[in-house]
């Protein structure tokens, strides 16, 4: 089965900083990767996605992430954070067999802090 | 501006009671999916349907839960009798099938004492 890791758990960041959320996954081929945000009593929404292609994928927002298929990782970056970027966030890894399940499998989260 | 909804949004009862959540999609995804996230679990995977029929319920405690779409509008996720350690968020998501993004409702915060 897939798994997804999320080492940190809490980062806090300077308005202005930049930032990288860091995932890892586990799975035996390549998956469809994802990172969702959700703020305070709201639901997921998505930032970006991984298919296949260019292992650099920009999203919503100014983020982006890079796929590095060596080191099982999608980690996300901003170059510079905004108040408003602080949330929580999920990887999630989805089975790309084609046609099969679908169903996400997520991070445990990181809880991004932005001080001012 | 196309949504999931989800009703209620917060939902407190009593251990033994009957829970029903509701989950609209948005119109024209054919994949349906129940989540749930609790501070200890993260989000998991409860079950998913494509074109209303089940696919996965493997997430889903099956002596309680039970997860239906009535038709291509409507699809819940019933919970009988409910227990405290049931309580959680319930996500629904639709989508268009592998691959594709899956659009997340609001939730349902589920209480129950």
């Known amino acids: 089965a897939q798994s997804v890791t999320q080492p940190d758990i809490h980062i806090t960041v300077s308005e202005g900083a930049s930032l990288e959320l860091r995932c890892n996954y586990s799975?035996?081929?390549?998956?469809?990767l994802f990172w969702y945000v959700q703020s305070p009593g709201q639901g997921l929404q998505l930032l970006l996605k991984y298919f296949s292609g260019d292992t650099l994928v920009q999203g919503i927002k100014g983020f982006e992430a890079e796929f590095k298929r060596s080191q099982s990782s999608f980690n996300l970056r901003k170059p510079s954070v905004h108040w408003s970027d602080a949330a929580e966030y999920f990887c999630?890894?989805?089975?790309?067999?084609?046609?099969?399940?679908?169903?996400?499998?997520f991070g445990k989260g990181t809880h991004l802090i932005i001080q001012p | 501006d196309a949504r999931v909804t989800q009703t209620p949004r917060d939902k407190v009862t009593e251990m033994g009671q009957e829970v029903t959540m509701r989950c609209q999609p948005i119109l024209g995804h054919n994949t349906v999916f129940w989540y749930r996230q609790t501070m200890k679990q993260g989000l998991e995977l409860l079950a998913y349907?494509?074109?209303?029929?089940?696919?996965?319920d493997s997430g889903m405690p099956k002596d309680r839960f039970s997860a239906e779409m009535p038709d291509a509008t409507l699809a819940t996720l019933k919970i009988q009798p409910s227990e405290p350690r049931d309580s959680a968020v319930y996500f629904c998501a639709s989508g268009l099938g592998p691959g594709f993004e899956q659009f997340f409702g609001p939730g349902t915060r589920l209480t129950v004492l």
């Open positions: 349907f494509r074109n209303r029929a089940p696919l996965d």
């Open positions: 799975y035996g081929a390549t998956p469809y």
């Open positions: 999630a890894v989805g089975l790309n067999s084609g046609g099969g399940a679908d169903g996400l499998t």
